[in-house]
């Protein structure tokens, strides 16, 4: 029987210099695990906690050496000689052995490098690639691209109250063909900036962060440099925003610095209600706080048959919250990342309740990443239909497309494109 040998963690540095944990698993078969975990910077309150040491001397306090210590000794001893086959139940008994609501003992960033590598080991001692050892026979879709190509909010230090302003190019056959046009309007956008006076150096997700303050500017750049690459916006590429509104939101009020407005939910709610009139807007992400609940169904209420409400904050990649999302009526997607929740079959569970919900799924990566491509090869293995893993530059964005590239390949005529899916779910 195959069993887990060793497991053995250190300290890497993830896309912003932080330290992160990498970690390896190896079996007795010869088989190796590796797994990176990458870091947030605008954090919804409700996610898993990630262990730091705060300890001022190093890193500034970000330093990871405690929760290697966890995996090291505590999940070394508890996990060498088990079955790597299993990722339900060791996943289930690291959560036992943590014991704690959000994972606060032995760390999420500790758990998750653990299972992540796990779940790498099994597949590369199946000789399948990991797509396909979590997916099986049912994994064929490749992910419609969420492109971050201008920066705001925490991702950025300009006066743009927005965290995100994303290109979906849906309106293709092949993932290779869509990505082609990112990289193309990624380009003319930075022509644009250069031409326009503009700063186009790039933000932590490999977007421009150009100094405007206002929404429709940045949306009206984006829509110049779509056509100037000779594509139809709201026939081949469509706009995704990514509020991140918890950062702009307190005491019951929307404070958009940039643009000197305060908003109530529901002149927020017709604030994005204008702006999707404006704009080919199919996918809001975080339009609200958090804790409005109020705000999100409203919103999903108003014009979710045409546009996709994505709970990021609102959800965490918690079953618990989602369920609550679905009965509620609250958002019409989710936002799927690994480090909030802390294991691979978490987020497995929560990505099949929100599909068998009818919920829109999006893997996604976090601003402080790796080169580690796991959330690509993720996508793919439960036909989540969207990946949202940043702009068209610096190495760990693109080492996720590059990895959808590969499967597309290895798939052959078998690769299916969510684009089609997209449309039908919606009426645009």
């Given at each position: 029987?195959v069993?887990?040998?060793?497991?053995?963690?250190?300290?890497?540095?993830?896309?912003?210099?932080?330290?992160t944990?990498e970690?390896d698993v190896?079996?007795s078969d010869?088989?190796l695990?590796?797994?990176?975990?990458p870091?947030?910077a605008?954090?919804g309150?409700?996610?898993?906690y990630?262990?730091?040491?705060?300890?001022?001397?190093?890193?500034?306090?970000?330093s990871?050496?405690?929760?290697?210590?966890?995996?090291n000794?505590?999940?070394?001893?508890?996990?060498?000689?088990?079955n790597p086959?299993?990722?339900?139940?060791?996943?289930?008994?690291?959560?036992?052995l943590?014991?704690?609501?959000?994972?606060?003992?032995?760390?999420?960033?500790a758990?998750?490098?653990?299972?992540?590598?796990?779940?790498?080991?099994?597949?590369?001692?199946?000789?399948?690639p990991?797509?396909?050892y979590?997916?099986?026979?049912?994994?064929?879709t490749?992910?419609?691209?969420?492109?971050n190509?201008?920066?705001?909010?925490?991702?950025?230090n300009?006066?743009?109250?927005?965290?995100?302003?994303?290109?979906?190019?849906?309106?293709?056959?092949?993932?290779?063909?869509a990505?082609?046009?990112?990289?193309e309007?990624?380009?003319?956008l930075?022509?644009?900036?250069?031409k326009?006076?503009?700063?186009?150096?790039?933000?932590d997700?490999?977007?421009?962060?150009p100094?405007?303050?206002?929404l429709?500017e940045?949306?009206?750049?984006?829509?110049?440099?779509?056509e100037?690459?000779g594509?139809?916006?709201?026939?081949?590429?469509?706009?995704?925003?990514?509020?991140?509104?918890?950062?702009?939101?307190?005491k019951?009020?929307?404070?958009?610095?940039?643009?000197?407005?305060?908003?109530?939910?529901d002149?927020?709610?017709?604030f994005?209600?204008?702006?999707?009139?404006?704009?080919p807007?199919?996918?809001?992400?975080?339009?609200?706080?958090?804790?409005?609940w109020?705000g999100?169904?409203?919103?999903?209420?108003?014009?979710?048959?045409?546009?996709?409400i994505?709970?990021?904050?609102?959800?965490?990649?918690?079953?618990?919250?989602?369920?609550?999302?679905i009965?509620n009526?609250s958002?019409?997607?989710?936002?799927?990342?690994?480090?909030?929740?802390?294991?691979?079959?978490?987020?497995?569970?929560?990505?099949?309740l929100?599909?068998?919900?009818?919920?829109?799924?999006?893997?996604?990566?976090?601003?402080?990443e790796?080169?580690?491509?796991?959330?690509?090869d993720?996508s793919?293995?439960?036909?989540?239909?969207?990946?949202?893993?940043?702009?068209?530059?610096?190495?760990?964005?693109t080492?996720?497309?590059?990895?959808?590239?590969r499967?597309?390949?290895?798939?052959?005529?078998?690769?299916?494109y969510?684009?089609?899916?997209?449309?039908?779910?919606?009426?645009i």
């Amino acid at each position: 029987m195959v069993y887990i040998s060793d497991i053995l963690a250190r300290q890497i540095l993830d896309s912003r210099g932080n330290p992160t944990l990498e970690v390896d698993v190896n079996l007795s078969d010869g088989s190796l695990g590796r797994a990176a975990v990458p870091s947030g910077a605008s954090t919804g309150e409700y996610e898993a906690y990630e262990l730091r040491d705060n300890n001022l001397k190093f890193f500034n306090g970000k330093s990871v050496f405690k929760a290697i210590e966890n995996i090291n000794v505590e999940i070394f001893n508890t996990f060498s000689g088990r079955n790597p086959f299993e990722q339900r139940n060791i996943d289930h008994d690291l959560i036992e052995l943590d014991g704690t609501l959000n994972k606060n003992k032995l760390g999420a960033n500790a758990i998750l490098g653990f299972s992540m590598a796990v779940a790498r080991a099994a597949a590369k001692s199946q000789n399948l690639p990991l797509w396909k050892y979590i997916g099986g026979m049912r994994a064929n879709t490749l992910p419609i691209p969420m492109m971050n190509i201008i920066n705001g909010g925490a991702h950025a230090n300009n006066g743009l109250d927005f965290q995100e302003c994303m290109i979906m190019p849906i309106g293709f056959t092949k993932f290779s063909d869509a990505l082609r046009s990112g990289v193309e309007i990624f380009s003319n956008l930075k022509k644009l900036l250069s031409k326009k006076g503009f700063s186009v150096a790039v933000g932590d997700e490999g977007g421009f962060a150009p100094n405007i303050n206002n929404l429709e500017e940045a949306l009206s750049y984006i829509t110049e440099s779509v056509e100037n690459s000779g594509y139809k916006l709201g026939e081949e590429i469509f706009i995704s925003i990514d509020a991140a509104a918890s950062e702009f939101y307190e005491k019951d009020i929307y404070t958009l610095k940039g643009e000197n407005k305060k908003y109530s939910t529901d002149e927020l709610v017709t604030f994005w209600e204008n702006i999707c009139n404006k704009f080919p807007i199919v996918s809001i992400e975080d339009p609200f706080d958090e804790n409005d609940w109020k705000g999100f169904k409203e919103l999903t209420k108003r014009i979710g048959k045409k546009v996709q409400i994505v709970g990021d904050d609102l959800f965490v990649t918690n079953k618990k919250r989602l369920l609550k999302g679905i009965k509620n009526r609250s958002a019409n997607s989710i936002l799927i990342k690994l480090n909030q929740i802390g294991t691979v079959s978490e987020t497995l569970e929560t990505m099949e309740l929100a599909k068998n919900s009818n919920f829109g799924v999006i893997v996604s990566h976090r601003s402080g990443e790796t080169e580690d491509v796991f959330i690509s090869d993720l996508s793919v293995a439960l036909n989540a239909g969207q990946i949202k893993t940043g702009s068209l530059s610096r190495s760990d964005r693109t080492a996720k497309y590059n990895q959808l590239l590969r499967i597309e390949e290895t798939m052959g005529d078998n690769a299916y494109y969510f684009g089609n899916d997209f449309f039908n779910n919606f009426n645009i």
